[in-house]
């Protein structure tokens, strides 16, 4: 069966704090993302990595950095986070273009 | 304004009743793709329908294409009320890598 995972459901972190998000998959993706979720503003993406080392900017990507040294593992990072940032963030996977999505459970992060 | 639209927003419906969802787009596309998103959850691929089909099942779903008019249906039959969820579309615009998704829509089926 497949699986994404994701390193927390909940957090909460203090503004100017640095925050990880790590997501694993353990199907072999080449492409990974992370998104954030707002009530109104439906999925939003923020970075994408189409290999091991690569990545490429999203819709988002102010105020976030990715790191990707394997291929199961893809962490979003939080350099300083802000009140802004509070959000559900949901990583996904796929095999390649055109294939279906594989989404994590998802975080819910708050910032105070 | 996103590339994928669902309508209605939001969708109550009895159980044993048929729910449809519909999702607009606004460029070519390679296919498009139905989830479904549980609350305070991550999201569950359905169904992908490639722009070459017209129609599509598994199970209780249907989903329909049609490229010409640039939207897509998602047909829910005989529904439970364990089909409560946001349903939302993802199309794969040609040339680019990323799906965009529409804000969904959420359906409630009562008991």
């Known amino acids: 069966d497949v699986k994404v995972t994701q390193s927390s459901r909940y957090l909460v972190k203090r503004t100017g704090e640095k925050v990880f998000l790590e997501c694993v998959q353990d199907?072999?993706?080449?492409?990974m993302f992370w998104y954030r979720q707002d009530p109104g503003l439906g999925l939003r993406l923020i970075y994408f990595s189409y290999d091991v080392k690569m990545k490429e900017k999203g819709d988002i990507p102010e105020g976030y950095s990715v790191s990707r040294e394997k291929k199961e593992r893809f962490s979003l990072i939080l350099e300083s986070a802000s009140t802004n940032q509070t959000s559900m963030y949901l990583c996904a996977s796929r095999a390649g273009p055109r294939y279906e999505q594989y989404f994590g459970p998802g975080t819910r992060l708050t910032v105070t | 304004s996103q590339q994928g639209e669902e309508d209605p927003q939001a969708l109550s419906i009895q159980e044993g009743e048929n729910a449809t969802m519909n999702c607009s787009y606004k460029t070519s596309i390679n296919n498009l793709q139905w989830y479904r998103q549980n609350s305070g959850r991550g999201l569950v691929h359905l169904i992908l329908i490639r722009s070459n089909e017209r129609e599509k099942h598994s199970g209780r779903l249907r989903v329909t294409l049609d490229t010409s008019k640039k939207s897509s249906s998602l047909l829910i039959t005989a529904s439970r009320a364990a089909d409560t969820a946001s349903y939302f579309c993802a199309t794969d615009a040609m040339g680019t890598y990323k799906y965009i998704f529409g804000t969904g829509t959420r359906l409630k089926v009562l008991a």
């Open positions: 199907m072999d993706h080449e492409n």
